[in-house]
């Protein structure tokens, strides 16, 4: 199956600074790659997906970008806000829709 | 809608007792999911279900069962539980294929003693 690496698993930041968040997976076929969002204590939520066929995808203040070439992808949070702070999860598919989550970054933003 | 809804919330075990993980979704979705999620490992499916009457395996299956006899709900059961089941199980639905969108449920913390 696929295996999907994140890094790094904690990220500090000032308020204010930008935060990257870069996975990386294994299965040439994945086609689908969301992230998802978990505070504390709570649900995980999609924030932003992008498919293969697109390189970068952008949000207001999240972005994500994807290498198919190097199978890798990131997520870029800009003028990070500690409501920013929590647990962000990559994952990949190569379809079925199974997803393969990455561990997980912790983020915290420093007010 | 109230979405995706998972009972009980919280539950204690001791080892070899059994129980079952109701999760109820109201966005009629075709698939639906349990993964377990523990420290430092993100989230890993045990099951799935395509469709009302169908289940497969995930990546960690063993230990569990399941039962999908209506589209909005999916039973996730543990017939003799192990201090290695202590987690946090979430259920999440999806409204069909190529639509990967998982919505959750708010989790089942379950301590096995």
């Known amino acids: 199956g696929e295996n999907v690496e994140q890094h790094p698993s904690t990220l500090s930041v000032q308020e204010g600074d930008s935060a990257v968040i870069k996975c990386t997976y294994s299965?040439?076929?994945?086609?689908?790659f969301p992230w998802y969002k978990q505070e504390l204590g709570k649900r995980p939520q999609l924030i932003i997906d992008?498919?293969?066929?697109?390189g970068e995808k952008k949000d207001q203040r999240i972005a994500v970008t994807l290498n198919k070439t190097a199978k890798h992808f990131s997520l870029h949070i800009t003028e990070t806000q500690p409501e920013d702070s929590a647990v962000y999860f990559c994952?990949?598919?190569?379809?079925?829709?199974?997803?393969?989550f990455g561990t997980g970054t912790r983020l915290t933003v420093i007010p | 809608n109230a979405g995706v809804t998972q009972t009980p919330k919280f539950r204690v075990l001791k080892t070899g007792q059994s129980m079952t993980l109701l999760c109820a979704q109201d966005?009629?979705?075709?698939?639906m999911y349990w993964y377990r999620q523990d420290p430092g490992m993100g989230l890993r499916l045990i099951h799935y279900?395509?469709?009302?009457?169908?289940?497969a395996k995930g990546e960690v299956p063993d230990g569990y069962n399941v039962s999908r006899l209506k589209k909005q709900n999916f039973l996730l059961g543990l017939e003799s539980a192990a201090p290695s089941q202590t987690s946090v199980y979430f259920c999440?639905?999806?409204?069909?294929?190529?639509?990967?969108?998982?919505?959750f449920g708010s989790g089942t913390q379950l301590s096995v003693l």
């Open positions: 999440a639905s999806s409204p069909d294929r190529g639509d990967e969108k998982l919505f």
């Open positions: 299965d040439s076929a994945s086609n689908y």
């Open positions: 992008i498919r293969s066929n697109v």
């Open positions: 994952a990949a598919t190569p379809g079925a829709n199974n997803l393969f």
């Open positions: 966005m009629n979705h075709e698939y």
């Open positions: 279900s395509v469709g009302e009457g169908t289940t």
